[in-house]
């Protein structure tokens, strides 16, 4: 059973950074991608960005390129998301999610675990 647990989320003024951490035990990680999703109120939850395990290549919404940063290490089977420059619109309950496929990567559907989330609050 794969287990996901996030960190890292808090209040931050506008213009502030934050780093999250998904850790994942249950197993390892050699192919797939892990993603960060996030829910805001009201709002569906929506693709943030994704890493793949094997080669390390990132995909990221263009709602956050430029700003927020995706990174793992293989050998804590841990994925960070770096955000940076953050705006009141990044406030969202932020999920990462594991999919053991290769192929597309900003599908929810297509992930098989997630995450609690741990909720983001960026004050104007």
């Known amino acids: 059973q794969v287990h996901l647990v996030e960190s890292g989320g808090r209040l931050v003024q506008a213009g502030g950074s934050l780093r999250l951490s998904c850790a994942a035990s249950?197993?390892?990680?050699?192919?797939?991608?892990m993603g960060w999703f996030r829910q805001a109120p009201g709002k569906e939850r929506e693709f943030v960005a994704a890493i793949s395990w094997s080669v390390g290549n990132t995909y990221y919404a263009d709602s956050v390129k430029g700003r927020f940063t995706i990174s793992r290490d293989n050998a804590k089977n841990t994925v960070y998301l770096q955000m940076n420059n953050l705006n009141p619109e990044d406030t969202a309950v932020y999920y990462c999610a594991a999919k053991l496929q290769v192929g597309r990567i900003d599908a929810r559907s297509l992930y098989d675990y997630w995450g609690q989330g741990t909720q983001v609050t960026v004050s104007s």
């Open positions: 249950g197993r390892t990680f050699s192919s797939g991608a």
